[in-house]
């Protein structure tokens, strides 16, 4: 296939169904602003596509006023070899359970890391108002590719989340939806996420195996994710691909993500097969680079996806005139449309973990949460204020504490045992696993209670683990 993925366009408005073409480009003040052939213009001056005024504009709802940035990190001497030091002796193993030291970590959990999916979740607003289910399945997949940008410049390792911990992120009073997840298993560790808005249901079970292949360390998601769009009934479900930490010995660490991803629409038939290429010393132009087609239920490819998974995606809509070029079809192409294009962070970012405006908010104190919430561990809350030494001890502290209360379930369950009584297993507060009727595969799924638990403030059914 032969496509012209030319710049004419870029940054044209979001949806699919409005003109494709644009007639000029003009900066105002510090706006950059798209006069176009359809009736209003777009300022894509933040890195979004908006409209750049409107007389009618409904004024906003007064918003929770949030942080824009966290304390810097402390300055340390990072030795590359410290973390050679600890790997050369698990090479070709599994690197879940090894400790790392402090200066490769960054004081957020994993539940709050994977929170941060839905960064661009504005992209999902626009898929639910998508024309057709394939122009959907466009935004789903550059919704999808979105979430790996942030790892472009942040290399750190997450804290490990404690079993029942949890981590709340209610947004519906800017952005429109509300999240819960829990750390729903411990060996292996198993995360199991719920996230919904008025247009949409979005949740995911999230495992994964890291071993270090000598020069640089891999990382395979397990798990998949739902997504299911309430007026259409449309559900798609996709896995993330493999992730390469690189440069473990020396020199600056850097991340890579490769692989295939199919992502499904269970109700249409749909697919769309994005590719992520993998870095290539002999291609520099294709670094990050990210391709993929979308397909109705006949397998005739709709659109065409092109682009990095660390700054935007494009989408072209297939023509309807097909030629053919040496007895090969050629697909003609419109211009293309950007889907996603990445908020940079600041420059002053890197003082604190390269961290986005989305992400420092992640952590921020608030009142009410579960006494299981991530921002209530306090060897995360004390790396983020800068005492790495006081967290350091404190994180010791927690881990012995959920080794005791793991030795003594397993004493309980030997003596279950030895009684003929039924083993007691760990149960998760608030998902269950079940079998989930698309796939019909055994998932974590939630089973709800928890923003009702907020609302009454009643948290009896929360274990002690901070």
């Given amino acids: 296939m032969q496509f012209d993925f030319g710049p004419s366009c870029a940054g044209l408005r979001g949806s699919f169904s409005k003109s494709r073409s644009c007639r ?3 900066r105002i003040g510090k706006r950059l602003v798209i006069r176009g052939a359809a009736a209003e213009d777009v300022d894509v001056s933040n890195g979004t596509v908006a409209p750049a005024t409107s007389s009618s504009a409904i004024p906003a709802a007064k918003k929770r006023q949030r942080r824009t940035r966290i304390p810097d990190k402390p300055y340390l001497r990072i030795m590359p070899w410290n973390l050679w030091t600890i790997l050369k002796n698990y090479i ?3 690197l879940t359970e090894i400790p790392i030291p402090f200066n490769f970590c960054e004081p957020l ?13 504005e992209i999902l607003d626009k898929a639910a108002m998508a024309s057709d289910s394939c122009e959907q399945l466009a935004y789903v997949a550059a919704f999808t590719v979105s979430s790996y940008a942030t790892t472009s410049n942040r290399t750190a390792k997450p804290f490990n989340p404690l079993l029942g911990e949890t981590y709340e992120l209610d947004r519906t009073d800017d952005l429109g939806w509300k999240c ?4 729903v298993s411990h060996h292996p560790p198993v995360v199991a996420q719920h996230c919904e808005s008025k247009n949409w249901i979005c ?3 999230f495992s994964m195996t890291s071993s270090f292949k000598g020069k640089y360390l891999q990382v395979k998601p397990l798990g998949m994710t739902h997504l299911t769009f309430l007026s259409s009934g449309n559900h798609y479900t996709w896995r993330k691909v493999t992730t390469n930490v690189n440069n473990i010995i020396l020199g600056k660490l850097w991340v890579d993500h490769h692989g295939d991803m199919e992502i499904v629409n269970h109700k249409t038939g749909d697919k769309c097969a994005l590719k992520f290429i993998p870095y290539s010393y002999f291609s520099p132009s294709e670094q990050r680079k990210v391709t993929g087609a979308v397909m109705n239920a006949k397998g005739e490819v709709v659109w065409v996806l092109n682009g990095t998974w660390d700054n935007k995606m494009e989408a072209s809509k297939v023509a309807e005139k097909r030629s053919q070029v040496k007895g090969k079809q050629v697909l003609e192409t419109e211009a293309p449309v950007v889907v996603w294009q990445r908020r940079w962070p600041p420059l002053e970012a890197e003082k604190y973990y390269n961290f986005s405006e989305f992400a420092c908010q992640l952590n921020e104190l608030e009142e009410g949460v579960a006494p299981t919430d991530s921002r209530l561990r306090p060897d995360q809350r004390l790396m983020e204020e800068g005492d790495w030494d006081q967290s350091n001890e404190k994180k010791e502290s927690l881990e ?4 005791a209360t793991r030795r003594a379930r397993e004493l309980e369950a030997e003596l279950a045992a030895q009684e003929g009584r039924p083993v007691p ?3 998760p507060i608030w998902f269950k696993k079940e079998m989930e009727p698309i796939t019909n595969s055994v998932h974590h799924l939630y089973k709800g209670g928890y923003w009702e638990c907020k609302e009454k403030q009643n948290w009896s059914v929360c274990p002690d683990i901070f």
């Fill in 180 to 183: 819960i997840s829990e750390q």
């Fill in 425 to 427: 297993q760990y149960e």
């Fill in 400 to 403: 012995n504490k959920q080794r």
């Fill in 24 to 26: 000029s480009v003009h």
């Fill in 109 to 121: 959990s994993m539940l709050q890391r994977l929170v941060e999916d839905y960064e661009y979740s």
């Fill in 92 to 94: 070709g193993k599994e």
């Fill in 203 to 205: 949740h995911q079970e």
